[in-house]
Every structure is written in C-alpha cells, then in structure tokens.
C-alpha cells in the first residue's frame, strides 16, 4: 500500500488549506484513514481519522470545529480541509492507513504511511 500526500504549502494566519492522500496498491475502502502532525521537536500527533466506510470521523481537541476529514472510495483519497489556521497548526502533515488496529489516535496502529506534507502557517 502506498499513500502520496499533497497540497501543503505556506498560509497566513486565519487562512485554510485542504491536503490530499491518495492510496494505491490495496483496496482503498477497507482502511481506516488517518492523518497525523509533527512539528519541529514534538512528537507527532493525531490529528483526525475517518472510518472505511466514511461514517464516523474523529477529531483531536486542539482541531475540532476547524479541520474536516472526507475520504473518495471511488478516487481513493482522502482529504484534510483545514480552515481558520494558526501558527500553532505549522507542522508536516501525514497520512495514514490501517485495517486491522483498535487505537486509531495511536501511531503504532498504522502501518501504511505516507511520505508527508508541509504546512507551515505565518502570523
């Protein structure tokens, strides 16, 4: 299974962005996607997770009510729509697949990931 994230790029504060993961080389709708964030000298983080099915998604606190994940089954992507970001939000992006794991906030449930995506936010 390989994942090819995109759309990063350098925002201002407030502004949004929306990144890409498409998958390829598995069947696409039966993985749980996720997408995580690390950023300079932190650990990386959960970020959000969608289900295999697209009907129930999951959010970290710190970007709840801000970011919206969706998934394609047809195009075999998904998708991380970030509105009202903040310098806090700057980080490399990555995506994440699994199909078999029971933690879907935890790193070690994924074993598919992609290579990542910067997103860096300017106050």
């Known amino acids: 299974v390989q994942l090819q994230a995109s759309g990063g790029g350098l925002v201002q504060a407030g502004g949004s962005l929306r990144l890409s993961c498409a998958v390829s080389?598995?069947?696409?709708?039966?993985?749980?996607m996720g997408w995580f964030r690390q950023a300079p000298g932190k650990e990386r983080e959960f970020v959000t997770a969608?289900?295999?099915?697209?009907?129930?998604?999951y959010y970290s606190d710190s970007v709840k009510g801000r970011f919206t994940i969706s998934r394609d089954n047809v195009k075999n992507t998904t998708y991380l729509q970030m509105h009202s970001l903040s310098p806090e939000d700057t980080a490399v992006y990555y995506c994440?697949?699994?199909?078999?794991?029971?933690?879907?906030?935890?790193?070690?449930?994924?074993?598919?990931w992609g290579q990542g995506t910067q997103v860096t936010v300017s106050s």
């Open positions: 080389g598995g069947t696409f709708s039966r993985y749980r």
């Open positions: 969608i289900s295999a099915g697209g009907g129930s998604a």
């Open positions: 994440a697949a699994n199909r078999y794991g029971s933690d879907y906030r935890k790193t070690y449930d994924y074993p598919y």
